[in-house]
C-alpha cells in the first residue's frame, strides 16, 4: 500500500472511525514511515486543539421563546388537516350510503301507481296495445339486478294486473 | 441521545404534547448553536440562522419521515442556510470579514485557530466544524453536506493540511 493510501486512513484514525484490525496495520506503518508517521502527529495535534477552543453557549431567551412560540402556533395547526380529513370522509361516506339506499328504493318510489279507471273495451284494446308496444320499445337488452330492469319489470307487472283486474271485471 | 427517541418526541409533539417539542429543542439547542457560531464567527448571525433553522424545521415536522435521522435534518437545513450567509457576505461585503487578515500575534491561541480555520475553504471547514462540534461520523457528515464519505474525508485531510499550513506560516512570524 502507498504512503497517499495509508494518509487517507489517518484522518480515520485521528477520529476514532478506523476498524480496530486496520488501526493496528497503520500505528505499524507509521511507526516505520517519517511522512505519515509526521501527519498523524500533526493530525493529532490540530484536533487536540480544535477540541479546546470555547464552545459558545445557547442563543439568547429571546431567539429561544420565539422558537417555542412558533412550535406552539404551528401544532395548533397539525391536527386540524387530519381532524379535516376524518371529517370530510365522514360526510362522504354518509353521502354515498343516502345515494345508494336512496337509488335502490328509487324504483318503487319513482314509479306512480297506474290509476285505475272504469274499464272499457276500448281502454282493454289500449292496454293490450301499451304492453305491446312497451315490450317492442325494449330495444337493450334487459339486464338483471340493473335499475332499469326492475323498473320496467314493475310497470309491466302493473300493466298485467290491470289487464287481468279488466278482465275479470267483464 | 439515540435517533429513536427524537422520532418519539417528534411524534408526541405531533399529537399535541408542546413539552416533547421543548425536550427536543433543548437536545439540539447548544450543539446546533455552538456550530453556527463557529461557522460564522458571528453570534449575531448565528441566532439569525438558528432560528430560521428551526423555524423551518417547525414548519417541516408534519412531513417528516423517521427514515432520516432528525439530527442529520436539522444540521443539513443550517448548512445550506451557513452556504447562504457566507455567499451572501461574500457578495455584500466582497469578502468575509474574518478573511480580512489581522495581525497573528497579537492574538490569543484559539482565536489564531479560529482565525486559520476561516481562511480555509469553505467546504472543509463545514466538514471540519461538523466534525469537531456538531460529533457527526464521516458517513453522516456526507449525507448532511451532500457528498460522498470519501469526498468527506478527502475534505477533511485537506482541510487539516491546510490548517497545520496555516499556522505553521503565522508560528514563523
Not at chain 1, 502507498?2 to 494518509?7: N, P, R, T
Not at chain 1, 412550535?71 to 381532524?83: C, E, I, Y
Not at chain 2, 497579537?106 to 489564531?112: F, I, M, T, V, Y
Request: with cysteine.
Amino acid at each position: 500500500m502507498s504512503c497517499e493510501e495509508w494518509k487517507e486512513r489517518i484522518v480515520l484514525l485521528v477520529y476514532e472511525e478506523l476498524p480496530e484490525e486496520k488501526k493496528d496495520e497503520l500505528v505499524r506503518h507509521t511507526s516505520s514511515c517519517t511522512s505519515c508517521e509526521e501527519e498523524l502527529a500533526a493530525f493529532r495535534e490540530i484536533h487536540a486543539r480544535l477540541a479546546c477552543l470555547p464552545e459558545a453557549d445557547g442563543p439568547s431567551q429571546g431567539i429561544s421563546e420565539t422558537i417555542a412560540r412558533e412550535a406552539r402556533q404551528r401544532r395548533r395547526l397539525f391536527p386540524w388537516p387530519a381532524l379535516l380529513r376524518l371529517a370530510l370522509a365522514s360526510v362522504l361516506l354518509v353521502t354515498v350510503g343516502i345515494v345508494l339506499i336512496h337509488g335502490h328504493r328509487q324504483p318503487t318510489r319513482a314509479l306512480t301507481p297506474i290509476t285505475w279507471e272504469e274499464p272499457k273495451t276500448a281502454d282493454l284494446h289500449n292496454l293490450h296495445e301499451q304492453i305491446r308496444e312497451f315490450t317492442q320499445s325494449k330495444s337493450e337488452p334487459l339486464v338483471e339486478g340493473s335499475l332499469s330492469f326492475y323498473r320496467d319489470a314493475y310497470l309491466l307487472e302493473q300493466k298485467m294486473r290491470n289487464v287481468s283486474h279488466q278482465l275479470d271485471t267483464f | 441521545m439515540s435517533s429513536n427517541d427524537d422520532d418519539i418526541l417528534i411524534q408526541n409533539y405531533l399529537s399535541g404534547d408542546d413539552r416533547a417539542f421543548d425536550d427536543l429543542y433543548q437536545r439540539y439547542r447548544r450543539r446546533l448553536f455552538s456550530w453556527l457560531v463557529k461557522c460564522v464567527q458571528d453570534r449575531r448571525l448565528a441566532e439569525e440562522l438558528f432560528q430560521e433553522t428551526f423555524l423551518r424545521i417547525i414548519r417541516f415536522l408534519p412531513q417528516y419521515k423517521p427514515q432520516e435521522k432528525f439530527s442529520h435534518l436539522l444540521f443539513r437545513v443550517a448548512h445550506r442556510l451557513v452556504l447562504d450567509a457566507v455567499r451572501k457576505n461574500k457578495k455584500d461585503r466582497g469578502v468575509l470579514s474574518l478573511m480580512d487578515v489581522t495581525e497573528p500575534a497579537a492574538k490569543s491561541e484559539s482565536q489564531g485557530l479560529e482565525e486559520a480555520i476561516q481562511r480555509i475553504p469553505k467546504e472543509q471547514r463545514a466538514v471540519i466544524f461538523l466534525s469537531e462540534y456538531a460529533g457527526f461520523t464521516f458517513s453522516e457528515i456526507a449525507r448532511i453536506t451532500g457528498c460522498s464519505i470519501n469526498t468527506a474525508l478527502g475534505r477533511m485531510r485537506y482541510g487539516l493540511l491546510n490548517l497545520r499550513k496555516i499556522l505553521k506560516e503565522w508560528e514563523a512570524i
